[in-house]
């Protein structure tokens, strides 16, 4: 499953990147973009999984940039 969420208080693209690279690690994720000029972020991951796989890519956020939100 593919989706995209609207971002909001993302402060840098550095912590974008940061934020990317630590999704990437989570299980059943396949792919993810986080634009920071765009304040989208664009994941596709398991179909089975996917409201799982979303709970620990809030929290992965949280821990890089806590003032972040994902617009759900």
Same mark, same amino acid.
């Given at each position: ?11 840098? @693209?550095?912590? @974008?990147?940061? +934020?990317? *690279? /630590? ?13 920071? +000029? /765009? ?5 596709? @991951? *398991? *179909? ?11 929290? /992965? ?5 806590? *003032?972040?939100?994902?617009? +759900?």
């Amino acid at each position: 499953m593919k989706k995209k969420f609207d971002l909001e208080d993302l402060d840098c @693209a550095n912590c @974008a990147r940061k +934020m990317e *690279d /630590a999704i990437r690690k989570i299980d059943g994720v396949k792919d993810i973009n986080i634009s920071f +000029m /765009a304040q989208k972020l664009s994941i596709e @991951a *398991d *179909d089975d999984r996917f409201d799982e796989i979303m709970k620990e890519v809030i929290k /992965a956020c949280k821990k890089v940039e806590p *003032d972040c939100n994902i617009l +759900m």
